[in-house]
């Protein structure tokens, strides 16, 4: 693949335009384990009465996870909570592992191993992981999230930044 894939998202009312690169994963067999994207959510709202449950990815039981979109700036000790769907090995005998790590300049300034839940009917593990914004320093904050499970990993990224 030529180059990393690129994202581009344009404020209308500002005209303001933001361009940003990624790895772009994409799994070679949906059997085996897998992960979403993991986003920072900005807001979350409750799911209409009478809904009929689709496959809206950001819908979480009765709850609509509205993400940011871009790299959202924090002041710190707001609240930061990150989303994700973990999709475990059907056929494993492990459960899938949960390894958070916190980056601020390329060094690791935080971890947490919050336990999964068990999947749901459809197989998935959607998960709200709460994060206390009070524990970093101002600046860009890198999220690894590592799930594993048996001999297999993967793992996703998120960023966000926390202002002084």
Known sequence: MPGLPETVVTD???RKTSVRKAALNVPKDRALLGL??????????PVAAGALE????????GTRI??????????????VSLYFVVFPEAAAS???????????????VARSTPALPTADDKGRIPFIVPVPSTRFAPGRIEVRA???QGSHSTEGRAFFAISG
């Open 66 to 79: 509205v993400p940011y979109v871009g790299e959202p700036t924090l002041v710190k000790g707001d609240d």
């Open 146 to 148: 590592v799930v594993k």
């Open 12 to 14: 209308e009312q500002s």
């Open 36 to 45: 979403s994207s993991v986003t920072v959510i900005k807001k979350t709202e």
């Open 54 to 61: 689709g496959v809206d990815p950001f819908r979480f039981g």
């Open 94 to 108: 492990d459960p899938p592992e949960l390894l958070l790590e916190f980056l601020q300049e390329g060094a690791v």
